[in-house]
């Protein structure tokens, strides 16, 4: 096994050790035992626990911002904004639907640092945030389009609008209500976007105007 296939086979220990367990319980002695490997091996690859936790979140959002890209990029070429957003959450729901323990791992680490340690799960969510704003950029250079409000902005208000449909999901695993939301999303997110302008056309002019002579001025 290569260093890398170690390292994945940790992160991916860690995810399952923290969804069904909890972070608490989220011990390296818990991860190695669920890889499967030493416990040397764990501060061989990662300087501690927290270095770990936060590979976790590191990678679980990088997979979540590529499954969302790869999945606009299925649609065809000449699709609208609005079905490759659509396509893009929709890539979403099913990773999520194939895996709920990936997104629960996150929540739960989230959730501990809420009460423990604001500052992380600030530099979490910003994390988030950023790979959803990388996503949308990705969109309107594909596009041509240009978002009518700044991108952290957008990407503020998808994110949160994403996490509620995921919390919603993980609490009823109601795909089709998901789906329903996800046309409704996309359809609201259409309204900030506009066409980029053509910097290589030229403004149409204005119709030229006849003076009005005084003798067939009407007024």
Do not use: C
């Not at 260093?3 to 909890?22: K, M, N, P, S």
């Not at 991860?31 to 690859?45: D, K």
């Not at 893009?88 to 009460?115: C, F, K, Q, S, W």
């Amino acid at each position: 096994m290569t260093f890398e296939d170690r390292r994945q086979a940790l992160v991916d220990a860690a995810v399952r050790v923290i969804a069904r367990d909890g972070l608490a319980a989220a011990t390296t002695r818990a991860i190695v035992g669920e890889a499967g490997m030493p416990q040397g091996a764990l501060f061989y690859i990662f300087s501690s626990r927290d270095a770990l936790i936060t590979e976790v979140i590191t990678h679980i959002t990088e997979q979540e911002r590529l499954t969302a890209v790869l999945s606009a990029d299925m649609v065809a070429d000449d699709a609208s904004l609005h079905e490759v957003l659509s396509e893009a959450m929709l890539g979403y729901l099913r990773m999520l639907e194939e895996d709920p323990a990936r997104e629960l791992a996150l929540l739960e680490v989230a959730t501990h640092a809420i009460r423990h340690d604001r500052a992380a799960v600030n530099k979490q969510w910003q994390t988030y945030r950023s790979a959803v704003a990388d996503a949308l950029s990705y969109l309107a250079e594909r596009m041509s389009i240009t978002w009518e409000l700044p991108l952290t902005q957008v990407a503020h208000l998808v994110t949160s609008a994403i996490d509620g449909l995921t919390l919603s999901w993980l609490t009823d695993r109601d795909t089709e209500a998901a789906r329903r939301n996800i046309d409704v999303l996309a359809t609201a997110i259409v309204t900030l976007a506009a066409p980029t302008a053509d910097p290589t056309s030229s403004p149409t002019p204005a119709p030229a105007t006849t003076p009005t002579s005084p003798e067939t001025d009407a007024r």
